[in-house]
């Protein structure tokens, strides 16, 4: 249960002993928990460096366990700021990615280069696309976002991941958990990996993204907006910190095969995405389209969530959220 706080199965077991009888010695805990001596010593040591155990004032050859509700509290403050730490990464990622791409707009031409290629209209991509299709050569990745998708783009989409999948080039796709709830999508979801391809989901997504090859990235022109056209990027620099931002998402997403929720978690990764975009000031509106599902279910899943966990108000809902160390990343 404490595994991740650095408490795995012997160490949790000789200080929960510990705790139930302050004082014991190695000998009876060894004897009491069936254990070699050497490992109860092991485990003492582990304990001492998470500071959950200390030397007895009144003998100092002997250890005593620290009061559980600090320990554990310190060891959890620990933790979340490991959290926080990854949840920066991520952001410096994107932050680093959006300002690669606003540097090279802002220097060259957006029209057809060595470097950037101006795709004006959705027509303008789904033909160029199509034309790069014979040349990809290992892989393509791609961020899907927008929630469930239309019969207009599945039925764009399949013929090009048709050809690509039928030359046994990897096709790894990252769409929103909402798709999970649209039976069109999660069949073209379904029809995508039985073809070959790896699917999988994610509560939040950025932006609508696709590379070829790890060395061609196709981003919208206007990132709230994909049916504007969008730039093909050439420049090594820009697409190596896409892949590397796909990279990070694609490690955290759930592939499409598996349920949304394990029964030992509290609650679903796009309600915990959801707690966290409310944790930022996001509103309702913003919120819901990042998750790409409507207002309306955005809204029920706060509700939800607020019973779920106890809270009357949004203001208790993010203190309880903050409590159970909900305000990561999924």
């Not at 990464?89 to 470097?115: F, G, M, P, Q």
């Not at 509700?303 to 779920?308: A, C, G, K, Q």
């Amino acid at each position: 249960m404490l595994e991740s706080l650095g408490l795995e199965g012997p160490t949790e077991a000789v200080y929960r002993a510990m705790l139930r009888q302050p004082g014991i010695t190695v000998s009876d805990v060894a004897a009491g928990e069936g254990m070699a001596e050497a490992d109860v010593q092991k485990a003492l040591d582990v304990l001492g460096d998470l500071a959950l155990i200390r030397r007895s004032w009144r003998d100092p050859s002997a250890v005593v366990p620290v009061n559980p509700e600090a320990g554990l509290k310190a060891l959890l403050a620990k933790w979340e700021v490991e959290v926080a730490r990854r949840q920066l990464e991520i952001e410096e990622i994107r932050a680093d990615a959006a300002k690669l791409v606003a540097d090279y707009a802002s220097e060259l031409t957006l029209s057809r280069s060595h470097e950037l290629e101006r795709l004006p209209t959705l027509e303008a991509v789904r033909f160029r696309l199509s034309e790069l299709a014979d040349s990809i050569e290992q892989e393509t990745l791609a961020f899907a976002t927008g929630g469930p998708q239309t019969p207009e783009n599945r039925a764009a989409s399949r013929p090009l991941a048709t050809a690509v999948l039928g030359r046994s080039i990897s096709m790894k796709t990252i769409y929103l958990d909402s798709i999970r709830n649209d039976s069109g999508s999660l069949e073209y979801a379904r029809w995508l990996v039985a073809e070959g391809a790896e699917i999988r989901t994610a509560p939040y997504l950025p932006t609508r993204m696709q590379i070829l090859d790890r060395r061609m990235a196709l981003i919208p022109l206007d990132l709230d907006d994909s049916s504007q056209g969008a730039m093909l990027i050439h420049e090594r620099g820009i697409v190596a910190t896409l892949c590397a931002f796909f990279d990070v998402i694609w490690m955290s997403a759930t592939p499409i095969v598996e349920a949304k929720t394990r029964a030992s978690d509290p609650i679903s990764p796009q309600s915990r995405q959801l707690l966290l975009l409310l944790s930022q000031g996001h509103t309702d509106d913003v919120a819901a389209r990042k998750l790409g599902v409507s207002l309306r279910t955005e809204r029920r899943m706060i509700s939800e969530l607020s019973e779920r966990l106890g809270a009357s108000s949004r203001f208790q809902l993010g203190q309880r959220a903050t409590e159970m160390g909900l305000l990561k990343p999924s």
